[in-house]
């Protein structure tokens, strides 16, 4: 987070860098036992209790400000946090959405790759190959999709990656179990990540639509600016065509990730009914992980970007975990 605060300032003004990292650590003042150094975040340490304790009635009282009751002991994702932090960067740099221009380009690159592969998935599904081939295939140029990331701060070449998606291995891979769901499913929530991704995200959905014609797919985007994630307002400017295929959904939920108790009316109860969930991004795992350990409906699929996941999850860094299993 910090280091992704300091990025965002210099997207818009160098000078403002120093005030953007008084402000990320401005929000963990007066915790007695965690503190977070201004320019070195290798030596962060966990959460005592006590700050816990504190850091929820600051996150309770912010968002009650935006009419959300955040009570009693809850979980504090990163995702949870950044939604207060980008809000102090926005006022700093005086702008909301320093990524727009960012998100406009990534849509462009991404829809531009994507033809041949769906092209591809047509042909394959002309040809009659096994839907466990064909599921395969669009799941991995989905998620080709999530090295579009300026939120986890690593470079990435997706001209690079599209070459060799195909044969990328996978730390976990639950496939079959994904399939076993979905054979009586009715419906099916897809959550979103990045700006741009969702190109990519169109290659499953469609895959999903012609193997199980009947199942009703609701994709979930941010419910306001935040880092490069997807909103409405960007899938209308571009033109997506999620819209023809799916239904897509404003989810209220203004973190870099799904967390339901910022979800609006209408998101909650469309989560509450789905027989599948598909969440993409690491910003996604950081605010499910806990719940989807308890929750069979929940599948992740996101690439390792950052050390901490990688050895929380004992996993290569290589390419992603797909399972609620982990």
Aim: glycine fraction near 4%; charged fraction near 25%.
């Amino acid at each position: 987070m910090l280091k992704q605060a300091c990025a965002t300032a210099k997207l818009q003004n160098h000078a403002l860098e120093q005030d953007v990292l008084e402000a990320v650590s401005a929000v963990f003042e007066n915790l007695e036992y965690f503190k977070i150094p201004l320019r070195d975040s290798s030596s962060l340490s966990t959460l005592d209790i006590k700050d816990k304790v504190k850091l929820q009635g600051k996150l309770s009282k912010f968002f009650l400000k935006k009419g959300i009751a955040l009570s009693g002991d809850f979980e504090i994702p990163p995702t949870l946090l950044a939604v207060l932090v980008y809000e102090k960067i926005a006022e700093i740099l005086d702008n909301a959405s320093p990524y727009s221009e960012i998100k406009t380009k990534s849509i462009a690159q991404a829809r531009a790759y994507k033809k041949d592969f769906m092209q591809s998935l047509e042909k394959k599904l002309k040809q009659g190959i096994s839907p466990k081939e064909i599921l395969e295939y669009a799941v991995r140029i989905c998620v080709l999709g999530n090295v579009i990331d300026y939120g986890a701060q690593c470079s990435f070449d997706l001209k690079a990656e599209s070459k060799k998606i195909l044969q990328a291995h996978f730390a976990h891979f639950a496939l079959e179990s994904f399939m076993k769901k979905l054979e009586n499913a009715k419906q099916m929530v897809f959550i979103g990540d990045n700006a741009g991704e969702n190109e990519f995200d169109e290659i499953l959905i469609f895959a999903l639509k012609a193997l199980y014609p009947t199942l009703k797919i609701f994709y979930f985007v941010r419910g306001a600016e935040i880092i490069n994630d997807i909103t409405l307002k960007d899938l209308k400017n571009s033109d997506s065509a999620l819209f023809k295929i799916c239904k897509v959904i404003d989810s209220g939920v203004l973190s870099p990730g799904f967390i339901e108790s910022l979800a609006n009316v209408e998101a909650k109860e469309i989560y509450k009914k789905a027989d599948v969930i598909l969440a993409k991004g690491m910003g996604n795992f950081e605010s499910m992980e806990w719940h989807a350990k308890r929750d069979e409906r929940v599948f992740l699929l996101f690439k390792i970007k950052c050390n901490v996941v990688r050895d929380y999850l004992k996993k290569i860094w290589v390419i992603l975990c797909f399972s609620p299993h982990f």
